[in-house]
């Protein structure tokens, strides 16, 4: 069991793993993990890959750069957070679309050996205090405003946090307190940066996810797993297709802070989405000969119904949930090779198609797991299934996570022997191939986003004439599910759909996470303990979507 503990150094979150010692020779006999800190392995590619560009597509910071030049930048920034006195081991959160800002955050971060948390925009100020009260984080940085969204009124709403020290604003506008500007912060009269990298073991990320519990989970992931994930699967990379890889995933998803890296460890050309605008996608895979893309079914359907993607682009890596051999099957008409890819913010990849597989493995596996990387498949005893049968997927690898900020966690995460439980159901069959056939874990998954069945339980029952509630997904060929709820009133109780929406508004979440579909009962179906039966509940939500 990994279990997670404080070191002496103020701040700094280590890892204590009885299994430490086979972890680091698997790292170091998967050949993904240099043994040095990540950012000297960033700076080294950085001069190996002098002409790689990141490309950030956006209305208000658009912006295309080299590595060397981004990486040069951000000393700057690491000399102002310096100047700030934040110092190994602290912990600054950065709620960041991604612009360029965000990576000079993340490799100022490296240099200085501080834990970054990236928060995904959609989060309110209900989730962000909890981000920061979590992790003690001494420091925030976000813009004053971006599209609809007034940050100034985020920070407003957040209660106390005694352990913020500094809010580092980009823009101008009008914040509450005393903030510091982005434009000080890289400021030349700062000076030299200090380079206290720390170990490759340090904590050097957390991204929270939504899981079983209500409240978010830290994933803490080291230098060295957020390393083995870029270098591993850059092995996949067609090198016979030069060209750009354009990426969907926002800034504080798992998939959007390892694309940050992977141009410096891999030398591939990346665009960066602020946000989806499909115009500004076609745009940017015309305009920067985008060969690739990472997506979830949300995005891929969007740009083949469009009817004006380029010939160039060959490949689409898809993930999330309701990948469907259907949406597989129409890329491939168009000559774009559709991957089903698996793994979760814990495990970032596991497996994944390759674009030479037959559209059958693609359509229909979720493709061979990741070279360092193994799956087992059990029964509720943990024993092994044979090929072919389900069961509960474990998986271990060089870039498995080090274990959750809320040790309490860990128990369950992981087996005796170190290998991470799921909660995927799924069989792997005799050439090696995976396929997710259900979901032990209570969640949703919306456009990629994961999202709590409980948190979203635990806010429709403040409603009051909530007696009880059960959120499952709705099956959606656009979104993949959207969130629908069970509803049991109280008596004398009404509830429509816009009640909802208003409650969920007035709690300050993500709007992602607010119920789309409300199906009232009487009562709900139990199994003998008492226990809400989620499968009935899925399966009539199937029957209700089918009829649609």
């Given at each position: 069991m990994v279990q997670i503990e404080k070191s002496g150094m103020?701040?700094?979150?280590?890892?204590?793993?009885?299994?430490?010692?086979?972890?680091?020779?698997?790292?170091?006999?998967?050949?993904?993990?240099?043994?040095?800190?990540?950012?000297?392995?960033?700076?080294?590619?950085?001069?190996?890959?002098?002409?790689?560009?990141?490309?950030?597509?956006?209305?208000?910071?658009?912006?295309?750069?080299?590595?060397?030049?981004?990486?040069?930048?951000?000393?700057?920034?690491?000399?102002?957070?310096?100047a700030l006195g934040l110092e190994r081991g602290d912990v600054i959160v950065a709620q960041i679309p991604h612009w360029a800002e965000g990576v000079q955050l993340l490799l100022a971060s490296l240099r200085l050996g501080l834990v970054f948390v990236p928060v995904v925009h959609i989060y309110g100020p209900g989730e962000l205090e909890f981000i920061l009260d979590q992790t003690k984080a001494r420091a925030l940085v976000m813009p004053d405003r971006w599209r609809n969204i007034d940050y100034a009124r985020r920070v407003a709403a957040l209660g106390d946090l005694p352990a913020l020290e500094h809010l580092i604003v980009l823009g101008d506008g009008a914040m509450p307190g005393l903030p510091a500007r982005w434009s000080d912060l890289v400021d030349a009269r700062h000076g030299l940066a200090p380079h206290t990298p720390g170990e490759p073991d340090d904590i050097a990320a957390i991204n929270f996810t939504s899981g079983t519990t209500s409240a978010p989970k830290g994933v803490m992931h080291s230098q060295r797993s957020l390393e083995a994930e870029v270098r591993q699967s850059s092995v996949y990379i067609d090198r016979t297709s030069p060209g750009a890889l354009l990426v969907t995933s926002p800034a504080g998803h798992i998939g959007g802070l390892s694309s940050s890296l992977r141009p410096f460890l891999s030398g591939e050309n990346t665009i960066f989405l602020d946000r989806w605008d499909l115009d500004r996608a076609l745009d940017a895979i015309h305009d920067h000969h985008a060969v690739r893309g990472i997506c979830t079914p949300f995005h891929i359907n969007a740009l083949m119904e469009s009817g004006r993607l380029p010939a160039h682009l060959s490949q689409l890596v898809v993930g999330g949930a309701g990948v469907s051999p259907t949406l597989i099957t129409q890329a491939d008409q168009l000559d774009i090779a559709a991957c089903r890819s698996w793994g979760a913010t814990e495990h970032p990849t596991v497996t994944t198609s390759l674009r030479e597989d037959p559209l059958q493995a693609r359509a229909f596996t979720d493709g061979l797991i990741m070279e360092g990387c193994e799956v087992r498949i059990v029964d509720e005893d943990g024993q092994p299934v044979p090929a072919g049968e389900r069961g509960e997927i474990h998986s271990i690898g060089p870039d498995l996570f080090e274990g959750y900020l809320d040790a309490n966690l860990n128990a369950a995460a992981f087996t005796d022997d170190g290998w991470y439980r799921t909660g995927d159901i799924g069989t792997l069959d005799d050439n090696g191939r995976v396929t997710i056939v259900d979901r032990k874990k209570d969640i949703i998954i919306r456009g990629g986003e994961n999202i709590s069945s409980k948190e979203v339980e635990d806010l429709l029952v403040q409603h009051s004439s909530v007696a009880e509630a059960a959120a499952v997904g709705w099956p959606d060929r656009v979104y993949g599910e959207r969130v629908a709820a069970f509803v049991r009133l109280n008596e004398a109780g009404s509830l429509t759909l816009q009640d909802v929406v208003d409650h969920f508004r007035q709690l300050g979440v993500a709007p992602q996470k607010t119920p789309e579909r409300i199906v009232l009962v009487d009562e709900f179906p139990r199994n003998l303990s008492g226990k809400i039966l989620k499968p009935e509940l899925r399966a009539r939500i199937s029957t209700l979507a089918a009829q649609d």
């Amino acid at each position: 069991m990994v279990q997670i503990e404080k070191s002496g150094m103020k701040g700094s979150f280590r890892q204590s793993n009885p299994h430490d010692n086979e972890r680091e020779a698997a790292w170091r006999q998967s050949g993904f993990w240099s043994g040095r800190p990540l950012i000297e392995m960033v700076e080294k590619g950085a001069a190996a890959y002098p002409e790689t560009r990141l490309t950030f597509s956006s209305a208000d910071r658009p912006m295309s750069v080299g590595t060397p030049d981004l990486l040069s930048s951000s000393l700057r920034v690491a000399a102002g957070l310096n100047a700030l006195g934040l110092e190994r081991g602290d912990v600054i959160v950065a709620q960041i679309p991604h612009w360029a800002e965000g990576v000079q955050l993340l490799l100022a971060s490296l240099r200085l050996g501080l834990v970054f948390v990236p928060v995904v925009h959609i989060y309110g100020p209900g989730e962000l205090e909890f981000i920061l009260d979590q992790t003690k984080a001494r420091a925030l940085v976000m813009p004053d405003r971006w599209r609809n969204i007034d940050y100034a009124r985020r920070v407003a709403a957040l209660g106390d946090l005694p352990a913020l020290e500094h809010l580092i604003v980009l823009g101008d506008g009008a914040m509450p307190g005393l903030p510091a500007r982005w434009s000080d912060l890289v400021d030349a009269r700062h000076g030299l940066a200090p380079h206290t990298p720390g170990e490759p073991d340090d904590i050097a990320a957390i991204n929270f996810t939504s899981g079983t519990t209500s409240a978010p989970k830290g994933v803490m992931h080291s230098q060295r797993s957020l390393e083995a994930e870029v270098r591993q699967s850059s092995v996949y990379i067609d090198r016979t297709s030069p060209g750009a890889l354009l990426v969907t995933s926002p800034a504080g998803h798992i998939g959007g802070l390892s694309s940050s890296l992977r141009p410096f460890l891999s030398g591939e050309n990346t665009i960066f989405l602020d946000r989806w605008d499909l115009d500004r996608a076609l745009d940017a895979i015309h305009d920067h000969h985008a060969v690739r893309g990472i997506c979830t079914p949300f995005h891929i359907n969007a740009l083949m119904e469009s009817g004006r993607l380029p010939a160039h682009l060959s490949q689409l890596v898809v993930g999330g949930a309701g990948v469907s051999p259907t949406l597989i099957t129409q890329a491939d008409q168009l000559d774009i090779a559709a991957c089903r890819s698996w793994g979760a913010t814990e495990h970032p990849t596991v497996t994944t198609s390759l674009r030479e597989d037959p559209l059958q493995a693609r359509a229909f596996t979720d493709g061979l797991i990741m070279e360092g990387c193994e799956v087992r498949i059990v029964d509720e005893d943990g024993q092994p299934v044979p090929a072919g049968e389900r069961g509960e997927i474990h998986s271990i690898g060089p870039d498995l996570f080090e274990g959750y900020l809320d040790a309490n966690l860990n128990a369950a995460a992981f087996t005796d022997d170190g290998w991470y439980r799921t909660g995927d159901i799924g069989t792997l069959d005799d050439n090696g191939r995976v396929t997710i056939v259900d979901r032990k874990k209570d969640i949703i998954i919306r456009g990629g986003e994961n999202i709590s069945s409980k948190e979203v339980e635990d806010l429709l029952v403040q409603h009051s004439s909530v007696a009880e509630a059960a959120a499952v997904g709705w099956p959606d060929r656009v979104y993949g599910e959207r969130v629908a709820a069970f509803v049991r009133l109280n008596e004398a109780g009404s509830l429509t759909l816009q009640d909802v929406v208003d409650h969920f508004r007035q709690l300050g979440v993500a709007p992602q996470k607010t119920p789309e579909r409300i199906v009232l009962v009487d009562e709900f179906p139990r199994n003998l303990s008492g226990k809400i039966l989620k499968p009935e509940l899925r399966a009539r939500i199937s029957t209700l979507a089918a009829q649609d």
